[in-house]
């Protein structure tokens, strides 16, 4: 107790060194730690109930939970697009976080969890927790996030061709870059074999407009022509 005398005893010791026990003990209670002097019953206990028994004013001990850090936010991106990285916390706030974009650690004071990082990486890059501390303790971090950059798709190769009774044309071409498993081509009717395109035929006079996406949903391409005229070849 506070004062010199004995109240709920979770543990005895001979010296005054005391771990958290979790089936007696509750994180951010005030225990205390109290010398007593009395009568040897044997083996180095006291009896307690000796009236002649000496118990100091009890020293406050506070246990604190050790902090936690988890770092995640794996993400594939396109060139110059922002993503978020997230770290989730355990302890008191607020907390100080190191952590590592990859070349340079970084300081952060983080207010509440989970909490939020907004980054743009212009390369691959691997973010990790270098350490955590809140007002209380140092802790453990974990986890790690890659960000992958990924370029949009383009297109090469872009020919425009009429048939011979110049009544009809056809437009192919052929994409480079992003992601081929996805490539999508949207606009006029058309057949994308692998990464090449080739439109059906379109009458002599009239426009095409192409639009050609990915699954990393970067910028899509636009192609586009208001008439083509196949009488002037």
């Known amino acids: 107790n506070s004062d010199n005398t004995i109240g709920t005893i979770i543990a005895t010791n001979t ?32 009896d307690l109930n000796d009236n ?20 995640s936010g794996d993400a594939t991106i396109c060139e110059g697009i922002d993503t978020t990285l997230t770290i989730n916390l355990t302890g008191a706030a607020p907390w100080a976080i190191v952590y590592n974009d990859g070349t340079n650690n970084r300081n952060l004071t983080v207010p509440n969890s989970p909490f939020t990082i907004d980054i743009s990486p ?3 890059t691997t ?3 270098v350490s955590v501390r809140d007002g209380n303790c140092p802790g453990d971090v974990s986890g790690s996030a890659t960000v992958m950059i990924v370029s949009p798709p383009s297109i090469d190769n872009l020919i425009t061709e009429c048939n011979i009774d110049k009544t009809e044309y056809t ?3 052929d994409i480079i870059g992003g992601d081929p498993a996805t490539y999508n081509v949207d606009g006029n009717a058309g057949t994308l074999t692998g990464s090449s395109f080739v439109s059906d035929p379109i009458p002599a006079g009239d426009g095409y407009s ?24």
């Open 15 to 46: 010296t005054p060194e005391f771990t958290f026990d979790a089936s007696q003990m509750v994180y951010g209670t005030t225990y205390y730690i109290s010398a007593v002097a009395g009568t040897d019953t044997g083996g180095g206990t006291i």
């Open 52 to 71: 002649c028994t000496d118990i100091s004013v009890g020293t406050p001990v506070i246990f604190q939970l050790e902090p936690t850090a988890v770092l």
């Open 122 to 124: 212009l390369q691959n």
């Open 127 to 129: 973010y990790s927790l």
């Open 171 to 173: 437009v192919s071409f």
């Open 210 to 233: 192409f639009s050609i996406t990915d699954g990393n949903n970067c910028e899509q391409i636009d192609i586009s022509a208001q008439n083509v005229r196949c009488d002037c070849e």
